[in-house]
């Protein structure tokens, strides 16, 4: 996330525009570095997939072992394993 307000702050060196620009960058691209596409480009599709993929992979982590954890309990008979493995 340091790196593209860097970049918008850089483009207002001219040298870092001429430097940028002799190594191929088109100035279209740099045109189009600004704040407006960070927030709508960047910053928004990556928040969102960030509580997404979080919700569901933790989720589906904690589900699991849960799940694991319910099935080895289903299986003992003896009160005193079970309380073992229930406080672990």
Known sequence: MYYIPAG?????????VKAAV??????????????????????????????VGGALFVGMIYWFVYLHKKNKLSGISNQAEKKALKDA
Request: hydrophobic letters at 50%.
């Open 8 to 16: 918008i702050l850089a483009k207002a060196n001219p040298v870092w």
């Open 22 to 51: 002799s190594l191929g960058v088109s100035p279209e691209k740099i045109d189009a570095l600004n704040w407006g596409t960070f927030i709508t480009k960047n910053l928004i599709p990556v928040t969102l997939g960030n509580i």
